[in-house]
Every structure is written in structure tokens, then in C-alpha cells.
């Protein structure tokens, strides 16, 4: 998808509680890698992210996500993305509708998305609550029993660099010279997904552009670990 350019971070970096040592890069390189790969089984994005953190004490009893809409301008869907969803060029008499949305808890980012829709190939009810409520995606279009068909993905940061495995010294520690406790500097995003939802009839309906931010980590590392 050489023509799609995602907007700009707007999510601000989390004050980080792992450091920058071997043993937390590389735990939370296989963090990373588990949630990545969870959300990749399954066809509710919200619904297991919302397990992950749950399970990591990062929501707590009935705490669910919620969509806050960011107001700004309809962006057009690449050309690209846009022959996935069966559309006519120009899709005369097919409302094509747009949202923009950070999924929340309480005060935490935990992801960014961009969706385009189908808005006739959703019912009116589902299509008002789009337009106006914050409830996430999923959970509005969930009577479709939709199947989710990942287009692309991309990995925005790694805490480990290429060939991290030849590199004595990140083995034995960090930067040489540099104090044990020196806290890891996290980015904005880690990771970006890009898909396609189908009805349960295979009729697909809607587009989606995912990002993650590293506040689904914010646990922290075990307590009481030596980092190498």
C-alpha cells in the first residue's frame, strides 16, 4: 500500500517503569510480540485488548473501553484500500463513512484508529451509533458476526535492534557506562495494523488502521528482577 500515509502521532510517550537493561528489553519484546500476535487471532480488536489489560490489572472490574472521536476532517481512503471493500470508482450512491477514534480507559491511550465503512451495508441503527456515540466498532457492528481479515501489518519500534544477538555489549547490559536504572525511552506507537472486515455472509463492510501505543505495558516489569 505504497499510497497510504498515516496521520501523525498524537499520543504522548509514557513515563516509562522498565529500564534500559537486556533482561527488560527483552521481556518486553516477548510481551510485545504475545499481545501482537492475540490480536491478530482474533476478530474483536477491542474485545482482546480489553482482556489483556484486564489481565494485566490495567482495567479494572467492569471497566471497559471506550471511543473517544477525534473531530478533524474526513480523510479519503487510498485507492488502494478502497478496491478491497468491492467499491465502485467513483462509489456514486454508496456512502462511504469515516472515523476516528482513540480507544481509552480511564486516562490511558491504549490505541489510535482510523475506519472507513460501508454506511449501506451496516443497518441505520448501527450507522447512528458511529456517527454519534463513542462506543468502539466492534462493539456496534458485533451483530454482524464479522470475521477480520489482517491486510497489513507493521512494526513501528522493537525494544531489541537488528542483531541484537551479535552485540556483546547490549548482553552484558545497556550503553556502556550507562547507570542500571536508566529508564527505557518508549515511543509513541509500537505497532500499526491494517484490515478488513467481512460480514458473517463474507461481504466485507469496513476498513481499519490500527496503532498501538506502549500504555498496554504500563505494568511494568515483575518486581524484584536483577536486570542484566
Known sequence: MPDFKPPAPTTAPLPSVWQDSFLHRLMLASLI????????????????????????????????????????PPRPCPADLLATLDMPTPHTGQGLGYRKIRLMGTTHTYSEAENWFVTNRLSQ???????????????????????????????????????????????????????????????????????????????????????????AFAFGPPPHQTAL
Open 33 to 72: 510480540n504475545q499481545m501482537e500476535n492475540r490480536l491478530l487471532a482474533e476478530n474483536s480488536a477491542t474485545q482482546t485488548l480489553e482482556h489483556w489489560l484486564r489481565a494485566h490489572k490495567l482495567l479494572c472490574g467492569q471497566e471497559a473501553l471506550r471511543a473517544e472521536r477525534v473531530t478533524s
Open 125 to 215: 441503527s448501527m450507522t447512528q451509533a458511529l456517527e454519534q456515540t463513542d462506543t468502539p466498532f466492534g462493539r456496534v457492528v458485533s451483530p454482524l458476526r464479522f470475521t477480520r481479515q489482517l491486510i497489513r501489518r507493521e512494526t513501528l519500534w522493537s525494544p531489541l535492534p537488528d542483531l541484537w544477538e551479535m552485540q556483546e555489549q547490549l548482553l552484558h547490559g545497556t550503553v556502556p557506562g550507562a547507570p542500571q536504572s536508566q529508564p527505557l525511552a518508549l515511543p509513541p506507537h509500537l505497532f500499526r495494523h491494517v484490515a478488513l472486515l467481512r460480514t458473517h455472509a463474507g461481504t466485507p463492510f469496513s476498513l481499519v488502521v490500527e496503532t498501538y501505543t506502549p500504555q
